[in-house]
Structures are given as structure tokens and as C-alpha cells.
């Protein structure tokens, strides 16, 4: 139990998890807005604006920046939100657009091949990896003003 405890009193730690729900808040918020109905599922996305995932890098990035300076966590943190980053925007979205490739071809076939259609969904543009970054760095700022 000693663990539990320990891990949800980390701040830093405490920043990538509300930096996830803040962000997917606003996903839910941004969605609901841009299809004019409320539409609670999408607080589950896992593309869409702003990105979670650059978002819950960044906070704990920045606290430890903040709080460390240029120490090897801060550099190996760094080098997470680098890699990620190109992931996001690059490998995701190609998963995107070859599942987009894959149900159209199998609509080819109607009736032929049963199957359920595949998540389309994937990754991030740069502006929603943006917006995720800066949101991350105002949680990551907050919570080192805070702790």
C-alpha cells in the first residue's frame, strides 16, 4: 500500500495524471461543441484536441525543469516528448490514413467479408500536439508553483 500512497503524493507524477483529465475534459468539451450535442464518450478519445498524450509529457517535463534544472531526468524526459512527439505526428497518423484505406476496401466487398470497420482515429495534427504541449506546461507551471 506504502506504493500507492508514495506514487499519488509524487507532484510530479500528480501533473502527467491531471494534465490527462484536464485534456480530455476538453476534448469531451471540444468535441460536444463541434457536433452541437453533448457527447460524454468522448472524453475517451484517443485523437483530437488537445493531445493528451504531449500534454502529460510536458507537465511532469516542466516540473522537473522547475524544479531540477538541467539534470539527466529532465534530458531523458526530454527525449520521451521528442519521440513521442514524432510518433504522434507521424506513425499514428499513418496508422490513420492505411485503416481509412483498409475499410474502404473492404466495402468493395459488401456482404462478402464480415467485419467491423477499423478505428480511423489516430494520432494528432501539430496544431492539436501544440496546444497539448502548452496546456501541459501551464499544468506543469501550476503545480510547481503549488508543490
Do not use: C
Not at 502527467?16 to 450535442?37: D, E, G, H
Not at 529532465?74 to 475499410?103: P, Y
Amino acid at each position: 500500500m506504502g506504493f500507492f500512497i508514495e506514487l499519488f503524493s509524487n507532484e510530479i507524477f500528480l501533473s502527467a495524471m491531471v494534465a490527462i483529465a484536464i485534456s480530455q475534459f476538453l476534448k469531451m468539451v471540444i468535441t460536444s461543441i463541434k457536433k452541437r450535442k453533448f457527447t460524454p464518450l468522448a472524453i475517451f478519445n484517443l485523437a483530437g484536441m488537445p493531445s493528451s498524450h504531449m500534454a502529460a509529457v510536458t507537465a511532469p517535463l516542466t516540473m522537473i525543469y522547475l524544479e531540477e534544472g538541467m539534470t539527466t531526468a529532465f534530458l531523458v524526459m526530454l527525449a520521451v516528448v521528442i519521440i513521442l512527439f514524432d510518433d504522434l505526428i507521424s506513425v499514428d497518423r499513418s496508422i490513420g490514413v492505411h485503416a481509412r484505406i483498409i475499410n474502404s476496401f473492404l466495402e468493395i466487398f459488401p456482404g462478402k467479408i464480415k467485419y467491423k470497420p477499423v478505428r480511423t482515429a489516430w494520432g494528432h495534427n501539430l496544431s492539436e500536439l501544440i496546444v497539448g504541449i502548452f496546456l501541459g506546461y501551464i499544468i506543469g507551471y501550476v503545480g510547481w508553483t503549488l508543490a
